[in-house]
Nanobody, 128 residues
């Protein structure tokens, strides 16, 4: 069954970088606002970053602002999460999500309930 699919996770040293990618094999993401969330072991799911349908607006959680970037490439039907200067606290399962809307072109969302479509996640472990 076609669904959102994340890739790019793995083991990274503190201070390192990793790029996650999210795509959908069964439909276009062009009309969706997109977001990334993460869930650390034993904790709840938390917002990380979001990008609007028109890609003009982005929104970041306070703890990742300045370190993470959420670019989207409509030619690849993908939304990435570039993670820089990683810390051990960034260790988590990272999931992408699509707000299938309809959504306004400039809308960005940081609440899980605002998203209707979710991927299974990719694990990022930050450790020396």
């Amino acid at each position: 069954q076609a669904q959102l699919q994340e890739s790019g996770g793995g083991l990274v040293e503190p201070g390192g970088s990793v790029r996650l990618s999210c795509t959908h094999s069964g439909r276009s993401l062009d009309k969706n606002a997109m977001g990334w969330f993460r869930q650390a072991p034993g904790k709840g799911r938390n917002f990380v970053a979001a990008i609007s349908m028109d890609a003009w607006r982005t929104h970041y959680a306070r703890g990742v602002r300045g370190r993470f970037i959420i670019p989207r490439d409509k030619s690849k039907n993908s939304v990435d999460l570039q993670m820089n200067n990683l810390e051990s606290e960034d260790t988590a399962l990272y999931c992408c999500a699509a707000a299938t809307g309809p959504v306004p072109p400039e809308g960005v969302y940081d609440r899980g309930y605002e998203y209707q479509d979710w991927g299974q996640g990719t694990q990022v472990n930050v450790s020396a």
